[in-house]
Nanobody
Framework: QVQLVESGGGSVQAGGSLKLSCVASGDRYSRYSMGWFRQTPPKEREGVAV???????VYGDSVRGRFTISQDNVKNTLYLQMDSLKPEDTAMYYCAAGVPLYSKRIDLGYWGQGTQVTVSS
């Protein structure tokens, strides 16, 4: 079992920045890839970024160059630095463990409760 808790969401104007955090617990050390996903129902879930256990990162096409995923293993925390935010970035952002970037499976991996990001203008 892995428990994930996101924070850092909020409302910002276009062009602004936010940094999301995800604290992981329930596991001794990193055994899963960690990632960020977003969704604004009824739109489909979209993979934002994933960082693998070897440190390699992958990004969704719409956020590449603007968002940066990183993790602090000492703090067991995953981060998503979001810069140059656009209104289309508005979504509920979820932290996940063990989920590939393009996966649409609900039963795969572990998920946090989500944190809302709203970008106006």
């Amino acid at each position: 079992q892995v428990q994930l808790v996101e924070s850092g969401g909020g409302s910002v104007q276009a062009g602004g920045s936010l940094k999301l955090s995800c604290v992981a617990s329930g596991d001794r050390y990193s055994r899963y890839s960690m990632g960020w996903f977003r969704q604004t129902p009824p739109k489909e879930r979209e993979g934002v970024a994933v960082i693998y256990t070897n440190g390699q990162t992958v990004y969704g096409d719409s956020v590449r160059g603007r968002f940066t995923i990183s993790q602090d293993n000492v703090k067991n925390t995953l981060y998503l630095q979001m810069d140059s935010l656009k209104p289309e970035d508005t979504a509920m952002y979820y932290c996940a463990a063990g989920v590939p970037l393009y996966s649409k499976r609900i039963d795969l991996g572990y998920w946090g409760q989500g944190t809302q990001v709203t970008v106006s203008s």
